[in-house]
């Protein structure tokens, strides 16, 4: 079974640049989180998606941030424009549904905003 | 107050020792437990579930006391491969989230030594 396939692994930007993730998740999960976990921290949930709907978006700064999950399947996370906090390593991670223990991560994707 | 808090580490201990990390969270309607393991420079991967009766799988024992919206795992024997940072996910729901979301403690690193 294929697992949580995330890109670029890797992202180097400027301050104020713009920096675009995607997600695709094992096929037939319909739960959908992406994560920032920044250096020494645990995950921070930042957008939870049900199919291609929102359930969770509290934590996310949407002065900046944005996602999108339009066919319920693979999802984009975007930051525009992004500052310095923003270095971290951005997970995406799928269950089958909502309220199943184990979530399935990607190997994230390392974000550097010099 | 942090929705779930951890055990500040890092935590050193030699092979053989047995070290406890705790866990306390916030929101007393959560129904669903967990401990995840994330070696350096990986994403998390479920280590144990925690039920009510407390529940064991090899040298690992992890406990629940709701009352005091606690949670604990126990390493007994620590193995060199243990070493690694321990996090505690709590499923918090609510009216608007029945299914829940997961939410991570910040971790606990832990290092065994020879």
């Known amino acids: 079974e294929a697992g949580v396939a995330q890109s670029p692994r890797y992202k180097i930007i400027e301050k104020r640049q713009s920096v675009a993730f995607w997600c695709n998740p094992i096929?037939?999960?319909?739960?959908l989180y992406w994560y920032q976990q920044i250096l020494g921290q645990g995950p921070k949930l930042l957008i939870q998606?049900?199919?291609?709907?929102?359930?969770?978006d509290s934590q996310l700064p949407k002065d900046r941030f944005s996602a999108e999950r339009l066919k319920g399947v693979d999802s984009t996370l975007k930051i525009q424009p992004a500052k310095l906090e923003d270095s971290a390593v951005y997970l995406c991670?799928?269950?089958?549904?909502?309220?199943?223990?184990?979530?399935?991560f990607g190997s994230g994707t390392q974000l550097s905003v010099l | 107050r942090k929705e779930v808090e951890q055990d500040p580490g890092p935590f050193n201990v030699p092979e053989g020792a047995t070290v406890a990390f705790n866990c306390t969270y916030s929101?007393?309607?959560?129904?669903?437990f967990f401990w995840y393991r994330q070696d350096c420079r990986k994403e998390p991967k479920l280590l144990m579930s925690?039920?009510?009766s407390g529940n064991e799988d090899g040298r690992f024992t992890a406990q629940l006391n709701r009352a005091s919206q606690y949670i604990s795992l126990l390493i007994r024997d620590s193995k060199l491969s243990d070493s690694a940072t321990y996090l505690c996910?709590?499923?918090?729901?609510?009216?608007?989230?029945?299914?829940?979301?997961?939410?991570f403690g910040q971790g606990t690193e832990l290092s065994v030594k020879p």
């Open positions: 925690v039920y009510s």
């Open positions: 991670a799928s269950t089958k549904d909502r309220g199943v223990e184990k979530l399935f």
């Open positions: 996910v709590v499923n918090f729901q609510n009216l608007y989230n029945q299914g829940g979301k997961l939410i």
């Open positions: 096929s037939g999960h319909a739960t």
């Open positions: 929101n007393s309607a959560s129904q669903s």
């Open positions: 998606f049900q199919n291609n709907g929102v359930v969770d």
